[in-house]
């Protein structure tokens, strides 16, 4: 089925920036992890996951609508300490959220439904998982200091560790 190009060209942009989201929470994740922040690295790696999801679900739609995917992601400064990684992935997170809504509008003026309804699910769970729990842990670091904050998301080590 041949898509609308503005549609397309949309969706290869924000799987450029799934596929940097992705690779953010990667480093960031494999850095929590040598730093001994157990609980850290589970969460960030499962965030890395769901955004490899986003980043499926935008490749076969492009796909789908006969377009050409660009597999390239964009550019990223990842954080180097816990507060500037958390801090990091919530700016992206929030870039994401208005890119993604900027999409669903673009789908609507343009009849597609069905890559408005792929956009609408990833921005709920931009919204409800990722920039509540990144929000949620910045307020915490603040509430409770970052050694403390630190300290108790060292969790369990994983068995390979």
Not at 16 to 22: M, V
Not at 59 to 75: K, S
Request: proline share 3%; net charge negative.
């Amino acid at each position: 089925m041949k898509g609308h190009p503005e549609v397309i060209d949309y969706l290869k942009f924000l799987l450029r920036g799934e596929l940097a989201a992705r690779d953010q929470y990667f480093l960031h994740s494999r850095r929590y992890e040598d730093l001994g922040l157990h609980a850290l690295y589970a969460r960030i790696n499962h965030e890395m996951e769901e955004e490899t999801e986003h980043a499926d679900a935008l490749l076969r739609r492009i796909l789908f609508l006969e377009g050409t995917p660009d597999m390239r992601p964009d550019a990223f400064e990842p954080g180097e300490t816990v507060e500037q990684m958390l801090r990091k992935d919530l700016d992206l997170e929030y870039l994401v959220r208005d890119n993604l809504a900027k999409g669903i509008a673009l789908c609507e003026r343009h009849g597609d439904y069905v890559s408005r309804e792929v956009l609408v699910t990833q921005l709920a769970d931009t919204e409800e998982d990722h920039t509540h729990w990144l929000e949620q842990q910045l307020r915490l670091i603040e509430m409770v200091g970052l050694q403390n904050y630190q300290q108790s998301r060292m969790g369990e080590a994983s068995p390979s560790a």
